[in-house]
């Protein structure tokens, strides 16, 4: 029987030992999300969805006050140094060597249409990236008004790199331009990573993570060996597979074709067509579960390895909760708290805060992507925490945004999305310490 479970402080999980549950995990039915939704096969790279319900009003009395943020860029081009050039070098050379199939031959054509469009562009912020951005700024400032009353000021942090630079600037001017008195104080720099994320190597506080286990290794290779043929998929463009192979890499091209298809949504022009025939809808569910599976062992509350990048979350969230406190003390007004990040530290961020079922634990590879999907985390993804007052009960209340949508904390809320601060403090404040007492003997 699988065990799939949250538990009450994630190194309780780690030695094994049991925990109260409050709230259970949720299985989704994966499958049916993504064959009513293909593009979601993107996983990461999937584009930021901007149609969202409207909030859930809170209680009697209470108003927002104040926002604490956690995002990733926008849309970006396709990630990984001169991956364009790199497969369209492939193809010439397969084209002038005789080596392409009629699909093959179809496709290099279909290729060098697009390159110029593309080339060295990699990892860069599209126009549609921005506007994700100022998208997420107007959807704020239209649930949450009362934040933005009179003057508005807010505290913001960036890493040091392009596409996250940029999506703050679009994010700030469109405060800027709809908030009438609103300033902010703004930094970006590798200073940051250790909040931003901690598992940049960048970072100054940077833990090299201990190998995987032999058998997570081998439970990995066993599992993608079994979602991929990628001789199968190579055949359909190469005529001689193994030139690919000894050329180039069967597994690489297979990879960087998933990597500029599964980009595709996120570009500023529409390439029509021309790619749809590339990978059949099977190929991306298999090649996305994948890709899910790794990222869990990486970043999740996994029981295959020691969840370093999870437990180094503590971190981010001592951030969260000390800026917080200090922010709603009254003793200077701050009413925003902006991060901008990446995938990569947003990612073990909520599985440390188990939100939604980020936290769950599950040891059968093949349930992973009923739980843990690598999709709600798309380009401009972002957490945040909204946080409520009223004049008559002197009890905070918090509700978590995950990408505009209401989320669950794996603890029990006051009503409906909104959580008691109090309480959201004191069960991370757990968390943090046994994290923290974790990385002491790492």
Known sequence: MNRIFLTATLLLCLLGNAAAQENEPTRYDTQAEILATPTKTAGEYSAYDTHLPPPTKPPKGYKPVYISHFGRHGSRYALSETIYEQLRGIFAKAHADGKLTYRGERLYQDYEAFYPKVAHREGELT?????????????????????????????????????????????????????????????????????????????????????????TKAMLEAFTKEKRNTQAFAAKFFSDTDY?????????????????????????????YVFADVFTPKELYNYWETRNLADYIRFGNSPFTDNLNCMHSCVTVKDILEKAEEDLSGNRKTDLRLRFSHDTGLM?????????????RIDNP?????????????????LQLVFFRSQKNPEILVKALLNG????????????PFYSWNEFKAYYEKRIQEAEAFLARY
């Open 127 to 215: 126009l549609k990236g921005q506007e994700q951005h100022r998208q997420i700024v107007r959807k704020m400032i239209k649930d949450y008004p009362h934040v933005f009353k009179g003057k508005t000021h807010a505290e913001v942090i960036s890493t040091n790199v392009h596409r996250v630079i940029l999506s703050m600037t679009a994010f700030l001017n469109e405060i800027d331009w709809r908030v009438r008195d609103f300033d902010f104080a703004v930094d970006a720099g590798n200073v940051y990573y250790p909040i931003l994320e901690p598992s940049k190597q960048l970072s100054p506080s940077y833990i090299k993570p201990k190998p995987y286990p032999e058998e």
């Open 348 to 360: 073990p961020l909520l599985s440390f805060m188990g939100v939604n079922s980020f936290g769950a």
């Open 366 to 382: 093949d349930e992973v992507a009923s739980y843990w999907r690598c999709f709600d985390i798309p380009m401009g993804a972002n």
């Open 405 to 416: 949508r209401e989320a669950v904390l794996p603890f029990e809320s006051v009503t409906g």
């Open 244 to 272: 690919l192979e000894k050329n180039y890499g069967m597994a690489l091209f297979q990879s960087q074709m998933w990597v500029v298809i599964s980009d595709l949504p996120n570009l500023d022009f529409d390439p029509g």
